[in-house]
């Protein structure tokens, strides 16, 4: 079988490494595929979580950590790894906490008591308490995965970590209020601080997200055009048949045409990542967040057909 490989020299021996990449980019776009097609929300916030504290607080929905909208992490990071499995964890305490909480409010109603108000603080403490060691995970995995990314300008990664490192920071200042409140009204000071930064939190993990979604992709379209470059030199080397090879490069002229297209809409796409002085700033929401994964999975197709059409003028 090895004679035979070295005998057919004619076109096949770099096929198998185009072949290869070709393999490997549609590996990346199935992982974009697997990962977006259906995105969902937790609501981590609970409208009514900050008991006897307000009747009108805001719930704030941040983009889950699950599975659909993160990508599993390679086997070599394992601080990912278990990041991961502390956030689904500390995530199904939330969810405990939470119906403990909506158990004592509803004794609390009910009675009318004393003991009973005391047992609906020390509840609406301890799920304020688990909400924030949850977001501290959920902004922790952002922080991995964006430096495991690549096709995401160097710069804005680097503010993009410093906004989530910030986030952080005022989460942990926050988390310390909690700890420390003691009663009913410092539980109320605790609450009105996360309203204060609840905003903040939302538009830096959507805003992480958004541009996870785009390196993703912004990386398979890198690799496809390394791999368009490297078919088109091997045609000229190797295509001794003047009929095809006219073919084959019209079949390229229509690739270039789709991956130009591609490139546009990936760049239109950056574009509103970034904020523009004298204009209105990028607002990163559920709502954009959904526009923008909508937007890339078209690409996700555009680059999945250029793909085919690859290994079609690799043909023999």
Known sequence: MQSADRLNTSKTVHVPLILLV?????FLIAIFTARSASAQTVTIVDDEAPLLATSSAQASTLPSASPTNLPSPSPENRELTNLREKYRTDLSIYRTDERDYQV???????????????????????VLISRTTVLQDYLGILKLMLNETSGIDVGEKTQLLQELDAAQARLKVHQQLVE???????ILNSVK????????????????????????????????????????????????????????RR???EIDRNLAATRD????????FVPVQGMQQPRFTSESFGQTVATLSQVYADLLRNLTFLREVIKP
């Open 104 to 126: 004592a409010k509803e004794q609390y109603n009910k009675l009318q008591t004393l003991a009973s108000l005391e047992v609906a603080v020390q509840a609406t403490r301890k």
């Open 251 to 253: 079949a390229l002229d």
């Open 22 to 26: 070709l393999a490997s980019v549609s």
């Open 180 to 186: 420390q409140a003691i009663d009913r009204n410092l």
């Open 265 to 272: 809409t990936l760049n239109k796409i950056h574009t509103g």
């Open 193 to 248: 601080d996360f309203n204060t930064i609840s905003q903040d939190l939302t538009t830096v993990s959507y805003k992480s997200l958004s541009y996870l979604s785009y390196g993703r992709l912004q990386t398979v379209y890198d690799k496809t055009l390394v791999v368009r470059n490297e078919v088109a030199a091997q045609l000229e080397e190797r295509e001794k048949n003047g009929l095809a090879l006219g073919e084959k």
